[in-house]
């Protein structure tokens, strides 16, 4: 009885991601681009809705298998943990080109609904 137990632990899935964990080292990285941003060398309104887009991404991605997070805790950490600069260049070319990708799908997602679903000139209300 103890050792099925055991097993079923073993084999459950973590209760929190670890900071290896992909989505989590994407969030990061797009929280550490945006903290270095000031009002002095703020980008552009599109800039920073593109990047708010990226951090929600992978915030939705880790909260749907981790709800109730300490995101605050876990991201402070793995950002000041030593070397991180240097997983950080790697984490943000990786997390763009994720980003890139998935943009690129939404993009021709939204040209085949154009397409597929009939649009009416009539505004609700």
């Known amino acids: 009885m ?3 137990v055991v097993a079923l632990l073993v084999a459950a ?4 991601p670890a900071a290896d964990d992909p ?3 994407c969030l990061a990285a ?8 000031s009002d002095s060398n703020a980008p552009d309104d599109e800039a920073i809705a593109g990047l708010t887009g990226i951090f929600m991404y992978y915030l939705g991605r880790v909260d ?8 605050a805790g876990t991201l402070g ?3 000041n943990a030593p070397g991180y600069e240097k997983r950080l260049a790697l984490d943000l070319k990786r ?9 690129r799908m939404l993009k021709d997602l939204g040209e085949e609904l154009k397409t597929s679903v009939p649009l009416t000139t009539a505004k609700p209300g």
């Open 64 to 71: 749907a298998r981790h709800p109730g997070f300490d995101y």
């Open 13 to 16: 899935p973590s209760l929190s």
């Open 30 to 37: 797009v929280s550490a681009v945006l903290g270095t941003m």
């Open 77 to 79: 950490s793995l950002m």
């Open 95 to 103: 997390c763009g080109g994720e980003a890139e990708a998935r943009g």
């Open 23 to 25: 989505d989590l080292r």
């Open 2 to 4: 103890i050792a099925a």
